[in-house]
């Protein structure tokens, strides 16, 4: 097999790779945010101890940060 071939082969996987990547933090963003609406205004989320639920408020808003920002990243990475 040509070496070019095995290249293009490769460079295909890894494009597969990437784009699952990307779908799968997508996903994850999508219920990341649902978390987040839910400790929001949610009537059920208002039961959660008020600093409990501030804590995890903090976390889901980092963790969306940082998988919107791993989306970013892996979308500008070369084709």
């Excluded at 290249?7 to 779908?23: A, F, P």
């Excluded at 999508?30 to 408020?57: G, H």
């Amino acid at each position: 097999m040509s070496g070019a071939f095995v290249k293009e082969d490769s460079d295909q996987q890894e494009r597969i790779e990437r784009m699952k990547m990307i779908r799968e933090r997508e996903q994850l963003l999508v219920i990341l945010e649902k978390k987040r609406t839910y400790l929001l205004s949610d009537p059920k989320a208002a039961a959660i101890d008020p600093v409990k639920r501030r804590s995890m408020l903090e976390s889901v808003e980092e963790e969306i940060a940082t998988t919107r920002n791993l989306i970013e990243e892996s979308k500008r990475e070369p084709e």
